[in-house]
T-cell receptor
Framework: RKEVEQDPGPFNVPEGATVAFNCTYS??????FFWYRQDCRKEPKLLMS???SGNEDGRFTAQLNRASQYISLLIRDSKLSDSATYLC?????????FGTGTSLTVIP | GAGVSQSPRYKVAKRGQDVALRCDPI?????LFWYQQALGQGPEFLTY????????KSGLPSDRFFAERPEGSVSTLKIQRTQQEDSAVYLC??????????????FGSGTRLTVV
């Protein structure tokens, strides 16, 4: 079983839509959680950390459910510039485990 | 430097050739990681350094892969006798805290290795 599982998508949504991505992780001892964004042929860039209480950064909301071992990312009022692959990342020990990423395309 | 710098940006190697990939982390960052990203996949962990100490090399796929960080700053990932399955983007990342815990880390632009 993979450490981190994500639905690869693709998600194609119109501008202004709300879209949500989920990811599950297998190791209950995992310590910290992140969402990264990766544009085509670019390196992953940290989008936001995910805290147990949930956290928001502008149009982006991240939530963590430790009991069910899943992480979510909600994007409100999608912009064309949000088109990218979103990677769920889980830190366990010294290792960061990446999901395969969920592809999002925002359509005009 | 301001960011993580990797070189070369692209490398084409003939099967059986040895290659060396360089990573310059953000100045002062104690943690340095190497990842391998195949097409359509997320990055896969290769190895982790805290300063000059290689604390985890469990992700290195074979003994053809070797990484070093002798002075605790620049790191080199060496692949001997390259094979086609080694074709991937090799990403380096660094963090100011041990293990990158709670803060995540910053990636370089990667080296795209193609073995022909």
């Amino acid at each position: 079983r993979k450490e981190v599982e994500q639905d690869p998508g693709p998600f194609n949504v119109p501008e202004g839509a709300t879209v949500a991505f989920n990811c599950t992780y297998s190791n209950s001892a995992s310590q910290s959680f992140f969402w990264y964004r990766q544009d085509c042929r670019k390196e992953p860039k940290l989008l936001m950390s995910v805290y147990s209480s949930g956290n928001e950064d502008g149009r982006f909301t991240a939530q963590l459910n430790r009991a069910s071992q899943y992480i979510s990312l909600l994007i409100r009022d999608s912009k064309l510039s949000d088109s990218a692959t979103y990677l769920c990342v889980v830190n366990t020990g010294n290792q960061f485990y990446f999901g395969t990423g969920t592809s999002l395309t925002v359509i005009p | 430097g301001a960011g993580v710098s990797q070189s070369p940006r692209y490398k084409v190697a003939k099967r059986g050739q040895d290659v060396a990939l360089r990573c310059d982390p953000i100045s002062g960052h104690v943690s340095l990681f190497w990842y391998q990203q195949a097409l359509g996949q997320g990055p896969e962990f290769l190895t982790y350094f805290q300063n000059e100490a290689q604390l985890d090399k469990s992700g290195l796929p074979s003994d053809r892969f070797f990484a070093e960080r002798p002075e605790g700053s620049v790191s080199t990932l060496k692949i001997q006798r390259t094979q086609q399955e080694d074709s991937a983007v090799y990403l380096c990342a660094s963090s100011s805290v041990p293990g990158g815990l709670n803060y995540g880390y910053t990636f370089g632009s990667g080296t795209r290795l193609t073995v022909v």
